[in-house]
């Protein structure tokens, strides 16, 4: 059916029924959520010039939602399959309701939160609707009959006290009750319950009848629909759990991890951790769950004697892992969740939590021992990778590391040799010198000796770095030729050197043949149309080195007389003092 005419149909249907709709019917179809409130209006600009009764709405904690309505229950169940199938909304829009918003935003000055559903959709800037005659339109009204206060009050008598606190975390997810959830229907579940009623159109009882508990929870879950949560077990890795098999699907088992990933547009992803193990083994789990992409570096961190809990967030997703040790089985799970779609990623989390059981056995070590092996995996789960990693050295016995400035554009952190945190203690943006400080005490094995005189032209020098950006676990030395004692400008900070060196070599040390350093490798120029020969380079040459350095407030050992090296001497000699710097 072409989309126009859908619409015509659609709108024709919902003036048949909007006269008889109860604002305790109200629900919405939300299609969108975003972290700014001009990015929401375009977003709403582009949906309204094909869809009507779009709106915008603040969620909190700085997202905007945009949703369709107000509908009756029915017609957003309609509105949500119809626009689906057609591709008109994404695949991952759910029915919510009023209590899910703060405020509407747009349209600018209307407030629909607390109104009745449409009556008729707006035509001022869509296609004309047809109307039909109102005897046509007007469908049966069956009254349900609902329970008497007496009856109401003798079925929540048979309510037990865990269903009572339930009922109770139900008011208070709907923002109606903000006492503890302790199961006794006193002063303040009573008062939440007449709130609720006299919200949904029904006599301010206190009691609510079985019919209206059934609202309530309906309304609590509609957040879930779609997203078939459902038990699944698996028993290699002894864990049965709610997963929401709408969204994620089993991929792979490899130890100690049981994978599942995306199936439709939500880019969620699930994650059975189980294995065998003591508070050693939990710890260096800990240790290595963060250094794994689904674990982003930002968010709350807590390990205890028993147990552990990662959050990590960034802009576009947001990663829950909990495990616990018991009697020799660590076990436990991650679930990884879009950002901005918060309230069902809590209810998915809850509900996961609540459902977490443990079976017999942990995961076998050899489960998962045939698959592809990949340098960039751990265990199938892709490990975390620098935004680019360069090389550098160390300068004095305290750590402090010389680099390239490259190496620490735009980092939420740096680390030297992955394992040690930095930070910039100066740099030089003219000379592309950076001069890093280690947040912890290091021993460097060995440090930079700068030469005081000029090296010979044509003299024989050497690159140490990490060619490969941390491939290999030890830096690789380029050997090569001093050209020139400036550059190509007659630049007087800068050498020309005769030697063709990798990306990942920037920032490294440049020795004479005797081992001391003369100076620091630049990067490649990217900018500007003149290409210059592969075995052209250039370096910061030592003086400006220790300029720097000495600005910064640090003292350099200057060294001439170091004699010859062999290859292999100089090399270890190099690996001594040379770093890999990697921003994250």
């Not at 139900?170 to 959830?181: D, K, R, S, V």
């Not at 799970?333 to 990623?345: H, I, M, Q, S």
């Not at 050295?393 to 939420?412: K, M, R, W």
Request: net charge negative; glycine share 8%.
């Amino acid at each position: 059916m072409p989309r126009m005419l859908m619409s015509l149909v659609l709108a024709v249907f919902f003036m048949s029924r909007a006269a008889f709709a109860q604002q305790s019917d109200i629900v919405w179809v939300q299609i969108e959520a975003q972290p700014s409130l001009t990015q929401t209006q375009n977003e709403i600009r582009n949906y309204a010039n094909r869809l009507q009764d779009v709106n915008g709405f603040d969620l909190g904690g700085g997202w905007y939602g945009i949703a369709l309505g107000p509908y009756t229950r029915e017609d957003a169940e309609t509105v949500l399959n119809v626009y689906r199938r057609d591709n008109l909304i994404p695949r991952d829009s759910y029915i919510t309701f009023s209590s899910s918003f703060k405020r509407q935003v747009w349209p600018i000055g209307a407030n629909l939160l607390n109104t009745a559903a449409l009556d008729t959709p707006n035509t001022e800037t869509q296609t004309p609707v047809a109307v039909l005659d109102a005897a046509e339109a007007a469908p049966t009204i069956i009254e349900i009959a609902d329970e008497t206060p007496r009856e109401a009050r003798a079925s929540e008598a048979r309510l037990s006290r865990d269903e009572k606190k339930t009922l109770q975390s139900w008011l208070q997810w709907a923002g109606f009750y903000t006492a503890a959830i302790d199961g006794s229907f006193g002063r303040g579940t009573r008062a939440s319950m007449s709130a609720w009623q006299a919200a949904n159109n029904f006599e301010t009882t206190g009691v609510m009848t079985t019919r209206q508990r059934d609202m309530l929870k309906s309304q609590y879950n509609a957040v879930l629909e779609g997203l078939d949560l459902e038990v699944v077990t698996n028993p290699d890795a002894g864990i049965e759990m709610l997963i929401p098999t709408a969204v994620v699907e089993f991929s792979a088992a490899e130890y100690p991890f049981v994978t599942f990933t995306p199936k439709a547009d939500i880019d969620a992803q699930v994650v059975m951790i189980s294995q065998e193990g003591d508070q050693t083994t939990l710890f260096g789990l800990y240790d290595i769950m963060q250094t794994l992409d689904i674990v982003p570096m930002d968010g709350p961190r807590e390990r205890k004697d028993d147990s552990f809990v990662l959050v990590g967030e960034d802009a576009s997703r947001i990663s829950h892992t909990e495990v616990s040790l018991k009697q020799g089985e660590i076990k436990g799970f991650t679930l990884v969740w879009p950002a901005g779609d918060e309230e069902r990623r809590r209810r998915v989390l809850s509900e996961m939590r609540a459902s977490f059981t443990r079976t017999f056995g942990a995961m076998n070590p050899n489960i998962g021992s045939d698959a592809v092996q990949d340098i960039d995996l751990l265990s199938g789960l892709e490990v975390r990778k620098p935004q680019v990693s360069r090389s550098g050295f160390y300068v004095d016995d305290a750590g402090t590391v010389v680099t390239t400035a490259q190496a620490i554009g735009s980092c939420q952190r740096i680390t030297i040799d992955e394992d040690y945190e930095a930070e910039i203690a100066g740099i030089n943006a003219d000379l592309g010198i950076a001069v890093l400080r280690p947040t912890s005490s290091l021993a460097p094995m060995g440090v930079a000796q700068f030469r005081e005189s000029n090296p010979r032209l044509q003299s024989d020098v050497a690159v140490a770095g990490y060619s490969f950006e941390g491939v290999l676990g030890a830096p690789s030395v380029t050997f090569g030729k001093l050209a020139e004692l400036r550059g190509l400008q007659g630049e007087a900070e800068l050498t020309r050197l005769a030697l063709a060196p990798l990306p990942g070599d920037a920032g490294g040390p440049v020795f004479d043949a005797g081992g001391a350093v003369v100076g620091m490798l630049l990067p490649a120029s990217t900018t500007g149309e003149r290409q210059l020969p592969q075995d052209v380079s250039f370096a910061a040459r030592g003086d400006a080195i220790r300029a720097v350095l000495t600005e910064a407030g640090y003292q350099t050992a200057l060294g001439d007389a170091l004699g010859l090296m062999a290859p292999e001497d100089l090399t270890a000699h190099a690996s001594d003092m040379t770093v890999l710097v990697s921003c994250w």
